[in-house]
């Protein structure tokens, strides 16, 4: 007798998430109205929080993995990618995390997009007078927004993000970029994560003065 093959049988991962999840769905994310693409987007965040919430790395964790990568890159654009793919990988509140560079452009400095992790951003290019990140440059102090929905500063990247946190980058007395944390949760940045932050962008400042 000829030994029968089971049967594929194809699974719609979205309807799964929605009929197992669909109220949980609903009741953290309410405005998103469904399991569309911003929906699913949001909840798969949410999702990746509570997996590695019970053994969750806190960010002063991280400095001594930070101070290391300072010592072990060869180059300043390693060192941005290393300090990138780090703080997202280990933080699962940090959906967004990128570097911006000072360049000139003409007569003027303009914020550009270096080195990141997360989803793809249209801010690649920002002036010094718009946005989150233009005030920290032009300031050269850390800037924490709890809900970026009511700071008119904010420049959108995403519906998903509620939360920022931008950090001047130094070398020599002089703002030269800055790291950009972006994050899906309202008020996701306490001192542990500015503390963190900054030190990963001194990280940076010292390396760039090391090797000019």
Same mark, same amino acid.
């Given at each position: 007798?000829?030994?029968?093959?089971?049967?594929?049988?194809?699974?719609?991962?979205?309807?799964?998430?929605?009929?197992?999840?669909?109220?949980?769905?609903?009741?953290?994310?309410?405005?998103?109205?469904?399991?569309?693409?911003?929906?699913?987007?949001?909840?798969? $965040? =949410?999702?990746?929080?509570?997996?590695?919430?019970?053994?969750?790395?806190?960010?002063?964790?991280?400095?001594?993995?930070?101070?290391?990568?300072?010592?072990?890159?060869?180059?300043?654009?390693?060192?941005?990618? *290393?300090?990138?793919?780090?703080? =997202?990988?280990?933080?699962?509140?940090?959906?967004?995390?990128?570097? =911006?560079?000072?360049?000139?452009?003409?007569?003027?400095?303009?914020?550009?997009?270096?080195?990141?992790?997360?989803?793809?951003?249209?801010?690649?290019?920002?002036?010094? &007078?718009? *946005?989150?990140?233009?005030?920290?440059? $032009?300031?050269?102090?850390?800037?924490?927004?709890?809900?970026? $929905?009511?700071?008119?500063?904010?420049?959108?990247?995403?519906?998903?993000?509620? $939360?920022?946190?931008?950090?001047?980058? =130094?070398?020599?007395? &002089?703002?030269?970029?800055?790291?950009?944390?972006?994050?899906?949760?309202?008020?996701?940045?306490?001192?542990?994560?500015?503390?963190?932050?900054?030190?990963?962008?001194?990280?940076?400042?010292?390396?760039?003065?090391?090797?000019?």
């Amino acid at each position: 007798m000829k030994e029968e093959r089971p049967k594929t049988v194809k699974v719609n991962l979205r309807a799964v998430i929605e009929l197992a999840f669909g109220g949980l769905l609903q009741s953290v994310f309410p405005a998103t109205g469904g399991m569309g693409p911003s929906g699913l987007h949001s909840f798969l $965040s =949410y999702v990746r929080l509570l997996f590695v919430t019970a053994a969750q790395t806190k960010p002063t964790d991280l400095v001594p993995a930070v101070d290391a990568l300072s010592t072990s890159c060869s180059s300043a654009n390693a060192l941005m990618n *290393g300090i990138v793919a780090l703080l =997202y990988e280990k933080l699962a509140r940090y959906n967004w995390v990128g570097f =911006y560079m000072l360049q000139k452009d003409g007569d003027r400095d303009v914020l550009v997009l270096g080195p990141f992790k997360g989803a793809e951003t249209p801010q690649t290019r920002i002036p010094l &007078n718009q *946005g989150i990140c233009g005030a920290a440059a $032009s300031t050269g102090k850390t800037i924490v927004v709890d809900d970026v $929905s009511s700071d008119p500063r904010y420049l959108s990247c995403s519906l998903e993000t509620r $939360s920022e946190i931008v950090v001047p980058v =130094y070398v020599h007395g &002089n703002v030269v970029g800055e790291l950009d944390i972006d994050s899906h949760f309202a008020a996701a940045f306490d001192a542990d994560d500015r503390s963190l932050c900054e030190r990963a962008a001194a990280v940076l400042g010292r390396f760039l003065e090391r090797h000019p």
